[in-house]
């Protein structure tokens, strides 16, 4: 009996050395006791990145109805000097809930000053799309029922006749499409070595993912897109086809375009779990591509807390962050991506 134990006890003790030795080694994916696959800590210059793509979100805070970003590319959230060869291409606003802009530039957008700087013979045209200021408002009044999700290219494969998405999402969708579709065509005509690169916060994260699939089956594959504190989207159809066509299944490295999307989570953000539709055969999907941000938001997130998560179902993810926590700051949280987002412009 005693052996017995002994044996036990010694296959426990191999188990969390080996849990352990693939954190650190970043060795082949293992999984934890609850069948959760242990989440690994991103590249270090993807984790670099994400602050220069949250700045990027931030500045499109700086565009209302009765706020504009002005040419060439200056706002009040050091724009010029961070980005001093970006250029303005085009900005828009819906009803003070949809705003974004497009800008481009020729430069590495990742290095800022004289000594850093590198040159980047493709050029970067950015669509960044901020969320509404009164979160919870706007999901509540949007039309949280699912309609069908169309292609109109030809260079993915078919989501299927099944596939469906956020009502309320896709018309916004439409809306944007129809506001930037000239300006971004006009951009790519231009140069044939190029990146698109998609942002976006909050709801705009989940209007920037339907355009960058929209232009991704439209053939342009050197696309980029990062989003932060994106709600749910669609059905299970939709989500595993979105899984599938950007590579969610891919280690995403620098200048790598296997890995097309990030979508960024932060710990405790309750955004990135809803809407909740109220038909049963409407259910919202988690998707697998996470990229979490195991800290609070009072901090900056350190390299070993920007983890990725591999399933959408991983309990050490944003999957089991509600189980026993339900008193949370839920706004300051879902405003803290790298950096307090939604300030341009408000007097504190």
Known sequence: MKFKQFMKLSFIIWLQILWYLNLVLGSSQIYLADG???????????????????????ISYCISQGK???KPFNCDL?????FPNMTLVHQWCFADSVCGYISTTNRNIFFNND????????????ISIRGTRSIFDTYTDLKAKMVKYSQMGTSLPRCGNDCKVHQGFYEYFQFTLNSIHEYLEN?????????????????????????????LDLGYDRLTLVTMGQPLVGNENFVHWVDNVTGSSVKPHHNSFKRKYLRIIHRNDIITTIPRSKNFFETYYQFDNQIYLNCSSGNVPTPDQVIDCANGNNLHCIKGDFINNINRNYYEIHNTYFRKLGLCGIKI
């Open 36 to 58: 959760s696959p242990v989440p690994e800590p991103i590249d270090h210059e993807i984790y670099s990145n994400l602050f220069t793509y949250a700045h990027l979100i931030d």
């Open 187 to 215: 951009e790519l005509n231009q140069n044939e070595d190029y990146e698109l690169i998609f942002l976006g916060h909050s709801m705009g994260g989940s209007i920037s993912l339907l355009l960058a699939l929209h232009y």
């Open 68 to 70: 504009k970003i002005s």
């Open 78 to 82: 050091n724009c010029s000097n961070r």
């Open 115 to 126: 000594t850093d700087i590198e040159d980047n013979p493709r050029k970067s045209i950015i």
